[in-house]
């Protein structure tokens, strides 16, 4: 779109994304990509809407005091699509992901506690599976805002593992681009430290090994250890349904890739497990009887498994979630239907993106359990 105009802004947080925001003398709001908190940027404006801009930084005038540095070869160069936060400081990216999980779940229910936002995840090379993009002999991430991939050299958030494995990634890219010109290929650094490219690197993995420990750890405080019943919803190949088994629960599990599944089977054969599209066929979960409710579905959220969930014996839920807005729809149905929000925990899973992991948990709330007690009575 053709820019219209340069404009001096404030930029005073992150808005929900990549962009950072100021207000315009008139009062709209300017999203700014490149900007960073505490900025005062000349903005060169691309598009003017009557409520809100958007541009990019044309010049920094004063820079925050939370702008720093990058070493990353790609970000500017070849305009890197991954990293969008990675000129802010660590601190300053914690402090906007804790601020937007404590806005927007407050938002749904005011008496939730929101605990600190967890920072174990390395800040560099904590990656350990990513999908690369093939075209051309050429091989990468997709530029910002662009469906063009650059050739990457290495890549500062990825596992060094796959930075040294580059040149093997490369000539398989090639060989499949022989075949059918352009694609992804999924690569993942196992826990005996092997590279896997394409193959089970296409079965999801939390995305590095201190987030899986550390959500794993966060599942277990959240779901009560006398809560045998367990449905988990989206249960992957089983990163929470084996230590939850190993605790002495007894499980139900739901998840639609059949590779997941199938290494779920082999690891937890006491689960009752079934390969189910929970989008196409959310009622056909069977939730009699269980206590607990994990799920973690993927950024889409899981809005039509709300209702069934709500409906069924389950006195706590344990939604995991790597999307803030599709968590926050999916919860206020929840709390709609009879739960409250006990805690939620941010954990900063994705350093240098916007993107947030939050572990919520939820319990029946009061009013729910006076009614059914009522309805005892009576
Ligand atoms: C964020 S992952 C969580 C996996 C698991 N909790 C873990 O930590 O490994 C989301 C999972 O949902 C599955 N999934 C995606 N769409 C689905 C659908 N429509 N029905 C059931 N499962 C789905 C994916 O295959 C993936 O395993």
């Known amino acids: 779109m053709k820019a219209v105009n340069r404009i001096e802004v404030i930029i005073t947080a992150y808005g929900r994304g990549p962009d950072a925001v100021g207000r315009a003398n008139d009062g709209r709001v300017v999203f700014v990509r490149g900007a ?211 605790r002495g629960h007894i499980l139900r599990a739901w998840e639609v890739d059949e590779h997941s599944v199938r290494q779920l089977k082999m690891r937890c054969p006491s689960a009752d497990v079934e390969r189910l599209d929970l989008f196409r066929h959310p009622a056909r979960v069977n939730l009699q009887g269980v206590d607990s409710v994990l799920l973690d579905p993927p950024r889409a959220g899981a809005k039509d498994c709300m209702i069934p969930i709500a409906k069924s014996s389950a006195s706590s839920i344990v939604y995991v979630s790597c999307d803030l807005a599709t968590l926050c729809r999916d919860l206020r149905i929840l709390t709609a239907h009879g739960f409250k929000v006990d805690y939620a925990v941010p954990v900063d899973a994705f350093p240098q993106t916007p993107h947030i992991e939050t572990v919520v948990k939820l319990v029946r709330s009061t009013a729910r359990q006076v009614h059914v007690q009522e309805g005892k009575l009576g």
Do not use: M
């Not at 802010?88 to 992901?97: A, C, F, L, V, W």
């Not at 804790?98 to 967890?118: C, M, S």
């Not at 560099?124 to 051309?136: F, P, V």
């Open 36 to 246: 960073v908190p505490g900025d005062t940027v000349r903005v060169l404006i691309s598009e003017e809407h009557n409520s809100f801009l958007r541009g990019k930084v044309d010049t920094i005038i004063k820079p925050s005091p939370d702008r720093r540095e990058t070493s990353c070869i790609h970000h500017t160069r070849d305009a890197c699509g991954g990293c969008p936060w990675i000129a802010t400081s660590q601190p300053r990216q914690q402090r906007e992901k804790f601020e937007a999980v404590h806005r927007e779940i407050k938002r749904v229910d005011q008496r939730a506690q929101i605990r600190p936002i967890r920072t174990e995840v390395p800040e560099w090379g904590y990656r350990r599976r990513t999908r690369l993009g093939y075209r051309h002999g050429v091989l990468g991430f997709r530029r910002r805002q662009e469906r063009k991939i650059f050739n990457l050299e290495t890549c500062l958030v990825l596992d060094p593992r796959i930075n040294s494995a580059l040149p093997a990634i490369r000539l398989e890219a090639n060989k499949r681009a022989l075949l059918h010109g352009s694609g992804n290929l999924d690569v993942v650094v196992d826990d005996h430290g092997r590279v896997h490219i394409g193959g089970v690197a296409r079965i999801f993995r939390q995305p590095s090994a201190t987030t899986e420990t550390l959500l794993t750890k966060l599942v277990l405080e959240a779901i009560p250890s006398n809560d045998i019943h367990v449905a988990e919803l989206f249960s992957g190949a089983g990163t929470f349904t084996e230590p939850l088994i190993q």
